[in-house]
């Protein structure tokens, strides 16, 4: 397997993400938001020489979700579904359905997340929570 390029690797998060219904997705990060959505974001950082010289390169994106603030119940609900490890709304377990992302990576995994406190985009309230992966690919 080839070294993957860095927007593979996130349209490949992306695509894990789409199998969850009614949440908006994106591989890069949108001039405007719509919740619920979740932005996996580029990775920071990149490990060129995890192992072997080059043999394995690890990177750790971030996916973001942010769901809509307009009744604190249902926005705190929504959020708790798509941080839950399992579910039909868990960012956990549709990412870690296909650990190889599509065949594009050798292993992915959720590795945490971290609530974010309210947050405002554009005049509109959110609430929100970034989840951390640990990706590990072929290298060059």
């Not at 399992?86 to 995994?109: F, M, P, Q, R, Y």
């Amino acid at each position: 397997m080839a070294a993957p390029t860095i927007q593979a690797i996130l349209t490949g998060i992306k695509t894990q993400l789409s199998t969850i219904s009614g949440l908006r997705t994106n591989d890069y990060v949108p001039d405007a938001l719509n919740p619920p959505q979740a932005v996996v974001d580029f990775p920071n950082p990149i490990t060129y020489h995890e192992a072997f010289a080059h043999g394995k390169m690890r990177l750790d994106p971030t996916v973001i979700i942010l769901v809509s603030r307009a009744l604190d119940r249902i926005g705190t609900a929504a959020l708790s579904s798509y941080a839950s490890p399992t579910g039909a709304n868990s960012i956990h377990a549709a990412i870690e359905l296909d650990k190889t992302l599509g065949g594009v990576v050798d292993d992915c995994i959720v590795f945490e997340f971290r609530r974010l406190n309210q947050q405002e985009i554009d005049a509109l309230q959110f609430f929100g929570g970034v989840f951390t992966l640990h990706v590990i690919a072929p290298g060059v």
